[in-house]
């Protein structure tokens, strides 16, 4: 087959490229993701062996940077055992309803957090890196939240600090990145900004709000987004923000959170983005990155949420072109379609949307009016206590 050659050093970074089943049957996560964008990505001849990296295991002592002994050897130990007991459910939170028991179950959520650590190993050694696996950013040091079992995004910020590195996470996933503000609240080097539905409306149904400084001064920055925050709003929101937070943070590297719920078919995200306004935020991010003496962005990509699996597969192969510096057609390859055709999906078929979702890699554009509530946003987040300070 003939391949877009990169034009930008980058590493994609994923399990296996074929579908392991986790999340059960009957949970939003148990769709096709990971395996379907690279498919998507392969059919459009967009990664080539030399990009690929196998992702490996986190070890124990890894995960222990962060979470704590007792939920490790928990989790482990569930797989063995092939359930959860009792005990373990109620502390930890595992083999609940929402962090459901599956197949694998250790291994899988500890390999895509292994691969979060391998991405920050590759940005150190002076290339993107790309784990779409990755981006569970709602878990916690002694228990799973929100479908996240281990805390990738907070162990790769770790493996970045271990090189006294400056991080600054962005969080573009429509849920706020609860998790990850927590870890770092008292850390004045990692300065955490996220963009989500307003937890007044969303999960996680509290915090996430533009009041919600972190304690120990000034590391973290909220933007909560009403229901239906379309493209341009979002781009006002975003531009608030952005170019200030890198002015006075000043960071080494950055770390994406680039989960896909935030575009407008999404069934749990109550965003109106389209795929353009997706890749246009991560665009923004790529050009503005802290560089290595090449040029090559300190960037480190995870995926995130995203429950619509074609609007994902569509949206993370767009981003792996970004990032590697490749032009993607805009129509579908025949490859990349059928794949997306053999997916059993049929949620919103009765949509406007649906038939494009197989011909086209972008969305037919939205509603671009701003509303004035983000008018009334934007003036108050320039009034936010980190971007008053010089
Ligand atoms: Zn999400």
Redesign the pocket.
């Given at each position: 087959m003939s391949y877009l050659q990169p034009t930008r050093k980058a590493t994609y970074i994923a399990g296996s490229k074929y579908r392991r089943k986790a999340y059960g049957s009957n949970h939003p996560l148990a769709i096709p993701r990971v395996s379907l964008a690279t498919e998507l990505i392969d059919a459009y001849g967009a990664l080539t062996a030399d990009e690929f990296l196998q992702a490996r295991k986190a070890a124990d002592f890894e995960l222990e940077w962060f979470h704590t002994p007792e939920y490790v050897s928990a989790f482990k130990r569930a797989e063995a055992l092939g359930r959860v007991s009792n005990p373990v459910r109620q502390r930890h939170q595992l083999g609940t309803l929402e962090n459901p028991y599956f197949e694998q179950f250790f291994t899988i959520p500890a390999t895509a957090t292994g691969a979060s650590i391998q991405a920050a190993e590759e940005v150190i050694r002076g290339r993107i890196a790309f784990n779409p696996a990755g981006g569970m950013h709602h878990a916690r040091p002694d228990q799973a939240h929100g479908f996240c079992y281990f805390n990738d995004p907070v162990l790769g910020i770790l493996r970045l600090r271990r090189e006294g590195w400056r991080v600054l996470y962005v969080d573009i996933?429509?849920?706020h990145g609860d998790g990850v503000e927590a870890a770092f609240a008292d850390d004045s080097e990692v300065f955490t900004l996220s963009l989500h539905m307003d937890s007044r409306y969303a999960y996680p149904f509290k915090g996430g709000q533009l009041s919600d400084t972190a304690r120990a001064g000034n590391t973290s920055l909220n933007v909560p987004l009403p229901k239906d925050t379309n493209d341009a709003e979002y781009r006002m929101l975003f531009d608030a923000v952005w170019q200030p937070v890198l002015d006075r943070f000043r960071p080494d590297a950055i770390v994406l959170q680039a989960?896909t719920?935030m575009i407008f078919a999404d069934p749990l995200g109550k965003l109106g983005l389209s795929t353009q306004g997706f890749l246009a935020t991560a665009q923004t991010i790529l050009d503005t990155s802290p560089q290595h003496a090449d040029g090559t962005p300190r960037l480190l990509v995870t995926g995130?949420?995203g429950y619509h699996p074609l609007v994902l597969a569509r949206a993370w192969a767009g981003l792996w072109a970004l990032l590697s510096g490749r032009e993607l057609p805009e129509a579908l390859p025949s490859a990349g379609a059928a794949a997306l055709r053999a997916v059993d999906w049929d949620m919103d078929e009765e949509e406007a949307h649906y038939e494009q979702l197989f011909t086209s890699r972008l969305d037919v554009p939205g509603n671009l009016n701003v509303r004035p509530e983000i008018d009334d946003l934007v003036l108050s987040i320039q009034q936010h206590p980190f971007l008053q300070t010089p």
């Open positions: 996933d429509a849920h989960g719920d995130g949420g």
